[in-house]
């Protein structure tokens, strides 16, 4: 039986459609990209470390939860995303969640991944941005879900959101997407390298004081 959208709005997860960002900023800020990588026979443009704030770079933390190990939890709040690992331990990363009006929380599902994956705005985000494409071909330097997206399901039903890359590195550590998660493309990959099909997620508004440094990974690299 499909959800009604007070279900939806219930279980804390209000679907926008498959919106990926407010408003694509196809010429980012140059200072934030540094040379080129390729990935999958598509070559994009590096994320210049050295212009991002330390604590938005991948890291090693001490982390207690009681979720299982494997699970990714989101802090909303501090702009963090854990997998939990062993050890009491998590890989956090830096990202950018929801603005005002768009932010969610509650618990879904990896059920879907794709590598370079197509973008398509959903029609709610075309009414008010009706300049935006139909659509943007995956590896495309204008696509705004870059090398990879993660896809959100609840009881087998799409929430609407994603864990995906990112056309803006300066967004990330800040309120700025239309509630899907935005990660350092480099993240992206290394996140979607780590969490198979059926990975549970949590999502939630305050967690990260329950974390605190351990280890740091010197510099974001793709798990190879």
């Not at 979720?67 to 050890?87: A, C, K, R, S, W």
């Amino acid at each position: 039986m499909g959800w009604t959208r007070r279900d939806i709005l219930l279980g804390g997860l209000a679907s926008v459609g498959t919106a990926a960002v407010h408003k694509p900023t196809f010429a980012a800020t140059s200072s934030y990209f540094s040379g080129t990588s390729v990935d999958n026979g598509v070559t994009f443009r590096s994320t210049n470390f050295a212009k991002i704030d330390r604590k938005w770079l991948r890291q090693v933390v001490k982390y207690f939860s009681s979720e299982p190990i494997g699970t990714v939890v989101v802090d909303t709040t501090h702009h963090f995303l854990y997998l939990i690992m062993e050890n009491k331990t998590a890989i956090r990363y830096g990202v950018g969640v929801g603005r005002e009006g768009f932010k969610w929380y509650g618990r879904a599902t990896i059920e879907q991944k794709a590598l370079w994956p197509r973008w398509t705005p959903p029609p709610e985000m075309r009414q008010r941005h009706p300049e935006l494409p139909e659509s943007v071909d995956g590896g495309s330097p204008k696509n705004p879900l870059g090398p990879r997206a993660m896809y959100l399901l609840r009881d087998g039903v799409d929430t609407g959101y994603r864990f995906h890359g990112t056309l803006e590195p300066g967004s990330i550590g800040k309120d700025a997407s239309s509630g899907c998660i935005r990660m350092f493309n480099e993240d992206a990959i290394d996140l979607y390298q780590r969490c198979p099909i059926g990975t549970a997620v949590q999502v939630l508004p305050h967690i990260a004081d329950q974390a605190e440094n351990a280890a740091k990974i010197s510099q974001p690299n793709p798990v190879e």
